[in-house]
């Protein structure tokens, strides 16, 4: 037996044609902001316990940018994988 066709794609511009395109990519932003975030407040934890001012927020801060951008290249290839099959 042949399989289903797939149902038919929403015409562009109609509401909710674009919906979970931009839900993927405000996820994939907010994802990239709460892990510069997180490395900025340690950074800020090691600057008021150790006294390291200002390069602890510094450091955070370059660590949580990688972090991210590390996060990012991973979603967008696991987003990826299906379409190259």
């Known amino acids: 037996r042949d399989p289903p066709p797939p149902p038919p794609a929403k015409p562009a511009g109609t ?12 996820a994939i932003g907010v994802d ?19 006294g390291w001012s200002p390069w602890g927020i510094m450091g955070g ?10 996060r990012l290249i991973h979603r967008l290839g696991k987003d990826d994988r299906p379409a190259k099959k």
């Open 15 to 26: 509401i909710g044609s674009n919906i979970g395109e931009i839900g993927i990519a405000l």
């Open 32 to 50: 990239f902001l709460v892990v510069v975030a997180a490395g900025a407040g340690i950074g800020w934890l090691a600057d008021s316990n150790l």
């Open 61 to 70: 801060i370059g660590l949580g940018f990688i972090g991210g951008l590390f």
